[in-house]
DNA sequence: TCTGGGGTCCTAGGACCC
DNA sequence: TCTGGGGTCCTAGGACCC
């Protein structure tokens, strides 16, 4: 049997929180964001979509977009208590949460419907009760599957609701665009249009009909991917587990692009201590270094390097991280930089594999490792600088 | 004032071991 | 000396999502 399985998604949230901070917001076009290098809208609301305005678009063109545009800084902390309402508020449903971010959620409500008549009136009433108990308004997918359900919450915006049935997929789904297929995005998209697939019904069609065309622009798991989700066969399973993290990164858009190998190290300096702070909090050590650099032209590269014993050690993510960057900088200019700790293990499972003396030494024996890579770099360096200067000096 | 910052997952090639 | 596959790990890059 068909389980009932629910999207949640609240709609445009961290203006939502804003209008309920300060309830003179509500029906005029507000954005979040800020104004400054860089700076983009990160959700706006649905008056302020009437002018174009959408999230992801730079800042000040948006306010060109609309000049009455109004720009609140973000308040996560704020954002923060009003999710964690939003997710107690469900969980008096059902227990069976799957989290999806701060403003959605997977369901299970196969249990709390097994002797409801009429499912809409019952996500009718919870939509309700959302909102007098928070405030907070919300779009619902209700489907025998999760793919089918996040679409059917995106199906209508604010305060949609919509069930989708397997039977259903042809009638709902097959006119959307292709841009709205969950898990197309905008590569795939334009090469999708090119052969003519408009539309989710045209990409059933292409399914049976063009398989290896489809393959070749999506590859094979692609392909899988959006013939198994349309056909009602995607996953029905929720994750209650709180999310383990598979890596923890940070990067920063630096003040003004710059070729400054002293200002890129301090700002690599406090990445690496923001990632080891964070790592740290979430009890991880990882195995791999990974930097991320942004030219001024916007290509952007990655280096990683993994190494035996996996550390959250601010200064041994440093050394890794600026070493990476220093073997590849090339006098470019840059605008951003990133370090990211990677195959993350909880310090626990460590502790398994080994007595925490053991992981003590190994720490130890790490560092000076770094250490010891670190003087050599800087022998090969003078060695460079005194080599030159003989040179110069033998020129004369 | 052109285009953030946090992630996950997939692919493809090369190295290395058996 | 040459020739094979299979499996796994590492690295780089790309697509996608919120």
Known sequence: ??????????????????????????????????????????????????????????????????????????????????????????????????????????????????????????????????????KLKCSIGVAPTKFLAKMGSDYQKPLGLTVIRRKDIKKILYPLSIDDFYGIGKKTCPRLKQIGINTIGDLAVAIENDSELLKQIMGETGFEYVKEHLEGRGSDVIHTEPNDPKSIGNSSTLMHDTSDLDEIKQMIY????????????????????????????????????????????????????????????????????????????????????????DYEQHEEESKTKLLINDLNRKMKKELFVRASQVKKENKK
């Open 270 to 357: 406090q990445l690496s201590e923001e990632v080891s702070q964070r790592a740290k909090a979430e009890k991880k050590i990882g195995s791999t270094i990974q930097i991320v650099v942004k030219n001024t032209d916007f290509k952007s590269f990655n280096k990683s390097i993994t190494f035996d014993t996996p550390t959250n050690d601010k200064d041994a993510i440093f050394s890794h991280a600026y070493q990476l960057f220093e073997s590849n900088f090339e006098g470019m200019v840059i605008r951003l930089v990133g370090v990211t700790l990677q195959n993350l293990v909880s310090i626990q499972d460590m502790s398994i594999q080994m007595t925490f003396f």
């Open 1 to 134: 049997m068909s389980k009932i399985i629910v999207h949640i998604d609240l709609n445009a949230f961290f203006v939502r929180c804003e209008e309920i901070k300060d309830p003179s917001l509500e029906n005029l076009p507000v954005a979040i964001g800020h104004a400054g290098r860089g700076g983009i809208i990160s959700t706006c609301s649905y008056a302020a979509r009437k002018f174009g305005v959408h999230s992801g678009m730079p800042t000040f063109k948006a306010l060109n977009l609309c000049p009455s545009l109004i720009l609140k800084a973000s308040d996560f902390a704020f954002y923060r208590t009003m999710s964690h309402s939003f997710y107690r508020f469900v969980r008096r449903y059902t227990k069976m949460v799957e989290p999806a971010g701060s403003d959605e959620l997977y369901a299970d409500f196969t249990e709390q419907l097994k002797n409801v008549k009429d499912v809409e009136s019952y996500f009718r009433n919870l939509q309700q009760k959302l909102f007098e108990e928070t």
